[in-house]
């Protein structure tokens, strides 16, 4: 009879090891929901990049916050995508600098 108990409580404790829902991830950090929310269909859902879509994942938060700001002005310099624009210009300043600090993380 007392093996059961222990086997529900061992198995309790297993499920809770698990690795964290990805949703509540995003929910707790404003860079991961707005990444979420814009860039991950294209880029991954870690920043891992997807075919032609580059990975951001581990880049500097600096360099990518640079770029995005870029995009947003419309400054176009060679090797920038105008597919890139849109996405750039519906965040805020402070969303650039949420998701660049986010990504840097990956």
Request: with cysteine.
């Amino acid at each position: 009879m007392m093996r059961m108990p222990l086997t529900l409580l061992a198995l309790a404790g297993l499920a809770a090891c698990g690795s964290p829902d990805p949703a509540a991830k995003a929910d707790a950090d404003p860079g991961a929901a707005k990444y979420a929310s814009v860039c991950q269909d294209c880029h991954g859902a870690g920043g891992e990049g997807k075919g032609r879509f580059p990975r951001l994942a581990g880049r500097p938060a600096d360099q990518l916050a640079a770029r995005l700001r870029q995009y947003k002005s419309g400054h176009k310099i060679e090797g920038m995508s105008d597919a890139m624009r849109p996405f750039a210009q519906a965040m805020s300043e402070q969303q650039i600098d949420q998701v660049t600090a986010w990504l840097a993380t990956q």
